[in-house]
Each structure stands twice: as structure tokens, then as C-alpha cells.
């Protein structure tokens, strides 16, 4: 681009072609431009490190946004959005944690969905994500607007409670003989084998079992089921959990995500969280199976 007289196509101020130069203009519009929703700050102070000091490496990462971002559709900012959610519980970031909170509600997501993806990032995050939420946006739900626009979910993602459940006794409990033929049949149908982690928890804690398990199935009502797996794959990712990733891949498979969808999940955790060593586990057990996909 700046070989020729072409004007630049700028893409939010930037103009992303040419990496190696970078004019105070372009950092002035972009950095207008990100103010222009009037959200958390960190995106403000965080580009301004990479315009001052960096352009080069800023510009080359905010291609991430035609990839994983804003700039590639309103679909992947939702995913990229629910899964941060996630891991921003994880990590106790609570300026992250409010910042998806408006992306999501900006994409369409009612303070109900987004509550949803919290409770069942609490079966990770525990009782301290919960505090990161409230401290992040606890004072501002009472009064959260509903969302100005439909949900931008991906084509063929809906709701389905029904999908999560095994056919526990919650009558009583303890884990009884019928529950654990359920729960294996459940995994036995869905992902094709029972998984070495409930098998464990089955025989030295039962209860446990049941009592987690009835947790996970009540987690998502109003938002679409793809999103557990689409979850799970973002926190094995950053665990590295080579068995919990598989799990997840196969879940998803099973409720229809596309291998397109798992490679994006786990690349866009490489960009954002791991680099590329994040990328060991899934090249392990999910390559033959994205492979193979169809």
C-alpha cells in the first residue's frame, strides 16, 4: 500500500497493509474509535502500548481481528466472548470479566444468557470466579438493559435442556445402580465411552458424582448447548488436558459443532492465552479426529 497512491482501506483507523508505518493519524482514529462504545478502558491503554511502542507487532496482532474478532462477524466475537468468560473467572481479570459482559450484551446475549455461561464456568472457577463476577458487574445487573439485537449465534446453535440430562434420581442423594447405568449410557451414546474421569469419581466419591453432574446438567437452559463443548475445549486448552480435550471434541461432534468451530476454539486459546505450545494437547487427539470429521 504505500508503494502506490491507492488511498488505504483502514479498518478501525488502522491501515493493516502496511504493517512498517504507522502515522499519529491512525493511532488518533483508532484509538477514537475504540472509546466509541464507551466500555472498559483496557483496550484503550493496551493498544496505546502497541501504537507507542510497537506499531509494527500492534498492527500484525489486530489481523487477529479479522481471524477471531470483531472485524471476522459478530458470530465469532460471541464465541470468542463466551469462552473469555470463562477464563477471565479462571484468572480473576474482573475489567475482562465486565468487558464481555458488554460485548456479549452488544451481540445479543440478555444478562440471563450470559449468567448461564457463568454458572457453568463456576463448575471451574469455583466460589472465587463468582466473586470476581460480582466485583466485575454484580452492582450493575439489577439495572442491565435487554440487548438491543437477537443472539448472533452461529446456524444451527440452539437451546436444548433436555440434550444435558441422564435421567438421574434427584429424589435421593446417592448414586444409585439405575444413575450409573443412566450416566453410562448417556456418555456410552453421546461421545461412544464412558470417560476414566466419572469411572474414577464413580467408585472412590458417588455422591459427588451426582451432585456434579446435576450441576452441569441445569447450567445451560436459554443458551445454546454447543456452547459446553465450545467451553470445555477453551478450559482443557488451557489446562492441557489432552483426554478432557478429546471429551470436548467428541461432545461437540455429537451436538453438531463443525471441525471448523474446535480448530477456531483451540486457536483462537493459542492467540489470546497459550502461543503455540498450547497447541501440543490438541495435536495429540484431536488431529486425526478433525481429520476425520465427517
Not at 76 to 94: D, F, P, R
Not at 121 to 148: E, I, N
Not at 222 to 233: D, G
Not at 261 to 284: C, D, H, I, W
Amino acid at each position: 500500500m504505500s508503494t502506490t497512491d491507492a488511498t488505504p482501506t483502514l479498518k478501525e483507523g488502522l491501515d493493516l497493509d502496511n504493517v512498517f508505518e504507522t502515522t499519529p493519524e491512525e493511532v488518533a482514529t483508532n484509538l477514537a474509535h475504540i472509546w466509541g462504545p464507551r466500555g472498559p478502558l483496557y483496550e484503550m491503554y493496551a493498544m496505546s502500548l502497541y501504537m507507542d511502542y510497537a506499531p509494527d507487532f500492534g498492527k500484525l496482532s489486530r489481523w487477529a481481528g479479522e481471524v477471531f474478532g470483531r472485524l471476522s462477524g459478530a458470530e465469532n466475537v460471541v464465541l470468542a466472548s463466551s469462552q473469555n468468560i470463562l477464563t477471565y473467572m479462571m484468572t480473576g481479570w474482573e475489567t475482562g470479566i465486565r468487558n464481555e459482559f458488554y460485548v456479549l450484551w452488544r451481540n445479543g446475549l440478555s444478562k440471563e444468557d450470559v449468567l448461564e455461561l457463568v454458572m457453568f464456568s463456576q463448575m471451574y472457577a469455583g466460589m472465587r470466579g463468582l466473586g470476581h463476577v460480582y466485583h466485575a458487574v454484580g452492582d450493575l445487573l439489577p439495572s442491565w438493559a435487554p440487548p438491543p439485537r437477537e443472539p448472533a449465534y452461529p446456524a444451527g446453535w440452539a437451546a436444548d435442556p433436555d440434550a444435558f440430562k441422564c435421567g438421574l434420581d434427584l429424589s435421593t442423594r446417592e448414586l444409585t445402580d439405575e444413575d450409573t447405568a443412566n450416566l453410562t449410557a448417556w456418555y456410552e451414546t453421546t461421545i461412544g465411552y464412558l470417560p476414566d474421569s466419572i469411572k474414577f469419581a464413580i467408585k472412590y466419591n458417588p455422591r459427588f458424582v451426582k451432585l456434579n453432574r446435576a450441576r452441569w446438567e441445569v447450567t445451560l437452559k436459554r443458551v445454546p448447548k454447543q456452547m459446553a463443548p465450545y467451553l470445555m475445549l477453551r478450559q482443557n486448552m488451557m489446562t492441557g488436558s489432552e483426554e478432557g480435550l478429546r471429551e470436548a471434541a467428541l461432545l461437540g461432534k455429537a451436538w453438531g459443532l463443525s471441525a471448523d468451530t474446535v480448530q477456531r476454539a483451540v486457536t483462537n486459546t493459542a492467540m489470546y492465552f497459550t502461543n503455540f505450545e498450547g497447541l501440543y494437547a490438541p495435536s495429540k487427539v484431536l488431529d486425526e479426529l478433525l481429520e476425520n470429521w465427517d
